[in-house]
């Protein structure tokens, strides 16, 4: 079996950065189980270290266009029509073309349904398979949510219903898609493929010896996060810190923004680590892993991450999004229904070893039956051959 394997956006070999890299890096190890990938990559990626894989072309393709008023205002009107919501890129079309030429491949894949449309692969739908991931009328909801003028809101709110018809267009046509959040499938065909971590180790539980610290992880170039961790800071973590200020605060991630480090390093109690080469060290010395996420489209990656290693999360409803069938609050994690409600739990957990080991053992139980590394490559497996 011959796969076609399309890569625009995020690093696949050589080391996951972020959740997206993580999912793009298993979701290609899953198909290189099935057959050989040539893969084209329009973002200049490390070299191949999977098994079956070959680049084909990788190098970077630039893509960037301004974007006209008129072209805005066309798009809410775009039901039917990609390419007026994302433009094709005429010399990415052509590689791929021209690679589709040169061999017979069984199957196209790629990540996300912009990268599908902007790269030309619609003309291969019969073939196409589409990690939808987050559904592009959810971001724009999100968009909407999050827009500081009342005419970008309303703006997001329509252009979210064009989008929401223009992805069933898409999809009602390709070989197999996946997304994964099960609370927002985009069409009935679309298969549940959950987030998973792409990290083997393992961790100890907690002792008393583990430092009174607390850590969030994530990229902090992503909106969500940005927004959760600006709002946890403000709203949460005084009350923290001012009920026990021996409590460390650990942000591990890669900010970009140097305004808002700076900002974020004012508060008292918090350690902006960065980007760390040994993020085991960091949740090795952490008892509680916060996930205050308000906004989003997906699945936390870090929820399954942190749980895996034996590690207890309070998190917001947004946070453990499209979990709820398997992971349960107070079985698996704590739920914070407010900013104090937040504190409290928090405060709850670093005091007392022994719930935050009685929940850490439950919920890992539940992650490696329900969303392990084995489970995600069986549901691509069967899907693709059983279509």
């Known amino acids: 079996m011959n796969i076609l394997f399309l890569n625009n956006y995020f690093p696949i070999f050589g080391g996951a950065d972020s959740g997206a890299s993580n999912r793009s890096t298993m979701f290609i190890s899953a198909l290189a189980e099935l057959g050989n990938v040539d893969v084209v990559s329009f973002r200049k990626d490390e070299p191949v270290n999977i098994a079956n894989c070959n680049y084909v072309y990788n190098g970077e393709v630039a893509c960037w266009a301004k974007e006209?008023?008129?072209?805005?205002?066309?798009?809410?009107?775009?039901?039917?029509?990609?390419?007026?919501?994302?433009?094709?890129?005429?010399?990415?079309?052509?590689?791929?073309?021209?690679?589709?030429?040169?061999?017979?491949?069984?199957?196209?894949?790629?990540?996300?349904?912009?990268?599908?449309?902007?790269?030309?692969?619609?003309?291969?739908?019969?073939?196409?398979?589409?990690?939808?991931?987050?559904?592009?009328?959810?971001?724009?909801?999100?968009?909407?949510?999050?827009?500081?003028?009342?005419?970008?809101?309303?703006?997001?709110?329509?252009?979210?219903?064009?989008?929401?018809?223009?992805?069933?267009?898409?999809?009602?046509n390709v070989y197999c898609c996946y997304h994964s959040n099960p609370l927002q499938a985009p069409i009935g065909k679309s298969i549940y493929l959950h987030n998973v971590t792409m990290s083997d180790a393992e961790l100890p539980l907690i002792s008393e010896k583990t430092p009174l610290q607390i850590m969030m992880v994530g990229l902090f170039h992503y909106g969500p996060n940005i927004e959760g961790l600006e709002h946890f800071l403000n709203s949460v973590w005084p009350l923290v810190h001012q009920s026990n200020p021996n409590v460390t605060l650990n942000v591990v991630g890669k900010i970009g923004d140097e305004r808002l480090k700076e900002k974020w390093g004012e508060h008292d109690g918090v350690v902006l680590k960065g980007f760390v080469q040994d993020l085991l060290a960091e949740y090795k010395n952490s008892r509680v892993v916060i996930v205050p996420i308000y906004s989003g489209s997906g699945t936390s990656v870090k929820v399954v991450e942190a749980m895996k290693l034996n590690r207890v999360c309070v998190a917001t409803r947004e946070g453990v999004r499209g979990y709820d069938r398997y992971l349960h609050d107070g079985q698996d994690y704590l739920l914070a229904q407010n900013d104090a409600d937040f504190a409290q739990k928090i405060l709850e957990l670093v005091d007392d070893v022994y719930k935050c080991n009685e929940i850490a053992i439950s919920a890992r139980e539940k992650i490696e039956k329900h969303y392990s590394q084995s489970r995600f490559k069986e549901i691509i497996r069967t899907s693709i051959k059983r279509q």
Not at 92 to 120: F, L, P, S, T
Not at 134 to 159: E, Q, W
């Open 68 to 172: 006209h008023r008129l072209d805005k205002f066309a798009k809410l009107f775009a039901f039917h029509s990609p390419n007026k919501i994302y433009p094709v890129t005429a010399e990415k079309e052509r590689i791929i073309d021209e690679v589709v030429r040169n061999k017979k491949y069984d199957y196209i894949a790629c990540r996300y349904i912009r990268e599908a449309v902007e790269c030309g692969l619609l003309k291969y739908s019969s073939k196409l398979i589409i990690d939808v991931d987050d559904n592009p009328r959810d971001v724009a909801l999100m968009a909407a949510k999050t827009a500081r003028t009342l005419r970008n809101r309303l703006y997001n709110r329509i252009y979210a219903n064009t989008l929401d018809c223009m992805v069933k267009y898409v999809l009602k």
